[in-house]
């Protein structure tokens, strides 16, 4: 029988291609990547390659994100129809038009949109950066930000500022149940929560750290001493038992007990039999208008200058 882990392993040799994972896809797709990151990690990696052929493991905005940097590039996504929620709630023509009844403003767009809504924004954020690159802004900066009216209200509590939001969110992470967080702290005294940005505030407000996958794991390989309630999607904690194999980590729970809400669908669709068939195939292949990308580019490469400035 053929091993699936090793014919990746070799067509990926065979292609010189390099595989990109998120921190939410399956533990075997992290395991055979090449690189695992958060989506600003994602971004920087796919800009600095020399490979021709990326493999994108996660979900269609970070692909699209990586052809836009990288137009000369295949750039491979292993199903197509992993999308996202919260670009799903900012459709590109709505949110020009709300762009264009707010002149003089300017527009941050989260890194989960589409690369028609990148084309009317002046900067992207993820949620690694998105605090420090609204600071670098001047106090009575006019601020428009999509389409995460979590992550939104988060930013305007923690920096003072008053930014108009799109109301938008992730189905994923608007889920998580207060009142069983609660009483897992009960029954787990000494328990931190770890969560990430897009969770409600309410969520937020009782959380001990808020951040950005590759923030949140930092946190706890820092501090493996605790134990942890996490409050994102849970193929964070492959790499969070990884990285601190003698720290419990509790995976955070939806409203809905039965279901496995905090696993995002979307990130999930992809299997290493997909990456296999992607790999062979070449296909299926991110495309982007070359127009669309012509004005997306910017605010990317914005995002990536300040980041980079910033260190982060
Ligand atoms: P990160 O910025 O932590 O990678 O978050 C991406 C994401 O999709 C969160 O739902
Ligand atoms: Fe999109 Fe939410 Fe899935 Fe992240 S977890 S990719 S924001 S649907």
């Not at 929620?85 to 767009?109: I, M, N, Q, R």
């Not at 309630?229 to 849970?234: C, G």
């Amino acid at each position: 029988m053929v091993d699936i882990k090793e014919a990746i392993k070799e067509l990926k040799k065979q292609k010189n291609a390099v595989i990109l994972a998120h921190y939410y896809q399956r533990g075997e797709i992290q395991d055979i990547a090449d690189f695992v990151g958060d989506s600003l990690a994602l971004a920087q990696w796919a800009a600095r390659t020399d490979a021709q052929v990326l493999v994108m493991c996660g979900v269609h905005f970070m692909g699209e994100t990586a052809k836009v940097l990288c137009p000369d590039k295949k750039v491979l996504v292993p199903d197509m129809a992993a999308g996202c929620s919260l670009a799903d709630s900012c459709p590109a023509e709505a949110f020009a038009k709300f762009v264009g009844e707010h002149p003089g403003y300017t527009v941050v767009s989260y890194v989960n949109t589409t690369a028609a809504v990148k084309a009317v924004t002046d900067v992207v954020v993820t949620s690694t950066n998105a605090r420090q690159i609204v600071e670098s802004f001047p106090h009575d900066e006019k601020i428009i930000f999509g389409p995460d009216r979590n992550l939104g209200n988060y930013i305007n509590s923690v920096t003072g500022r008053n930014m108009l939001l799109w109301d938008g969110c992730c189905h994923v992470h608007e889920q998580f149940s207060i009142e069983k967080i609660i009483e897992l702290k009960r029954s787990h005294p000494g328990a931190l929560v770890l969560a990430h940005p897009e969770c409600k505030g309410a969520l937020l407000k009782l959380a001990d750290v808020v951040g950005s996958t590759a923030a949140l794991l930092k946190y706890a390989v820092k501090h493996p001493e605790n134990c942890y309630i996490v409050a994102t999607e849970s193929g964070i904690l492959h790499e969070m038992h990884k990285r601190c194999p003698d720290t419990e980590f509790i995976p955070a729970p939806p409203d809905n007990g039965s279901c496995a809400c905090n696993e995002c669908s979307y990130m999930r669709l992809n299997t290493l039999e997909k990456l296999y068939d992607c790999l062979k195939n070449e296909s299926p292949e991110i495309k982007v208008d070359v127009d669309i990308a012509a004005k997306a580019v910017r605010p990317i490469e914005r995002m990536l200058e300040i980041s980079a400035r910033l260190g982060l």
